[in-house]
């Protein structure tokens, strides 16, 4: 008997403005296919008085979810019917996941770093230096947190920032942490000496994203030490001067694609239901990024 053709695919996008650059399109479909999904992930701009619209298209067109980037991460929030524990504790949404119905905000952002971490080692007990207190480290450092390390130094460039991520930290998200957890603030004027004892360093500021690639972290580089952990956020280019100047000391490091891959696995999940192949999407990532 003839089989029941069937045309119509499932959808998925991605909401940015501008999102010409964004390539998370290009390791998502060739996951939907190797995991044999019928499904598309769309790239689409959308200018923020537009947003509303936007959403109620995804809600028409009975989108299974989408990822959110600049400048729609918090915007998005007002237009959505719920938001997960870890997107309510940051007040910000990377990733929109249609539940019965109603789409739910979620961040994935921090969670697929701490998914790329754990190949490495176990976060708890752990004590971290992370630069920057935008929306990247932001999500970091709340998902750290809630994964049982002890402690958090934010070294970041502007107080209103930093001082404000630390209260969250501290005040909010402690209270959600089954072990002891503290915070704090060192406000970034000058080389920075990581701290004797640090266990991980990350960093999760703009610095060393393309086209300013020449770029360095102000970083006094004889107190970073080979037992130290160093994870860079930037994707693109994925071997960053702070990634090539710990592997020249001999510390093991996970790139930005470490933790693109990684939250592009946790929305895939988050959408279907099934797990992707990372290596896939690591694969296609690489060969755009010449690695
Ligand atoms: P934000 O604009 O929210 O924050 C930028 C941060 O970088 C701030 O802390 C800012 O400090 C700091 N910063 C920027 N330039 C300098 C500088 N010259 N010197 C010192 N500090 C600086 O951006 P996001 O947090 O959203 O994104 C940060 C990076 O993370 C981006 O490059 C993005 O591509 C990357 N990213 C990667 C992901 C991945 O999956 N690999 C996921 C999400 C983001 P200040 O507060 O003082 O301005």
């Not at 009975?62 to 719920?82: M, R, S």
Request: charged share 20%; aromatic share 6%.
């Amino acid at each position: 008997m003839a089989q029941a053709l069937n045309f119509k695919q499932e959808l998925t996008a991605c909401f940015g403005f501008p999102v010409a650059e964004n390539p998370t399109q290009a390791m998502i479909e060739p996951a939907y296919r190797a995991m044999g999904l019928d499904w598309r992930y769309l790239t689409l701009e959308v200018r923020p008085e537009n947003l509303a619209a936007a959403v109620h298209g995804a809600r028409a067109f009975g989108f299974n979810g989408f990822n959110c980037t600049i400048p729609h991460k918090i915007a998005v929030i007002e237009h959505l019917d719920g938001l997960g524990e870890s997107a309510q504790l940051m007040g910000a949404v990377n990733c929109v996941v249609q539940r019965d119905g109603k789409l739910i905000g979620e961040n994935t952002d921090g969670k697929g770093f701490v998914s790329s971490l754990r190949k490495l080692t176990d976060p708890t007990g752990k004590r971290c230096v992370i630069f920057g207190a935008g929306g990247a480290a932001r999500a970091i450092s709340v998902e750290m947190a809630l994964a049982g390390c002890a402690e958090i130094i934010i070294v970041n460039r502007s107080a209103n920032r930093g001082l404000p991520l630390v209260d969250l930290l501290n005040r909010r998200v402690a209270a959600s942490c089954s072990t002891s957890f503290s915070a704090n603030f060192v406000s970034w004027t000058a080389d920075y000496d990581i701290p004797t004892g640090t266990d991980i360093v990350i960093n999760a500021t703009s610095i060393g994203l393309y086209p300013g690639t020449d770029a360095r972290l102000a970083l006094n580089l004889a107190t970073l030490l080979p037992a130290m952990i160093v994870a860079d956020v930037i994707p693109n280019p994925p071997a960053t001067n702070l990634i090539k100047d710990a592997r020249a000391k001999g510390c093991p490091v996970i790139d930005g694609l470490g933790m693109l891959v990684a939250q592009g696995v946790i929305g895939i999940e988050y959408w279907t239901g099934q797990t992707p192949d990372a290596a896939v999407m690591r694969g296609a990532l690489e060969r755009i990024f010449d690695q």
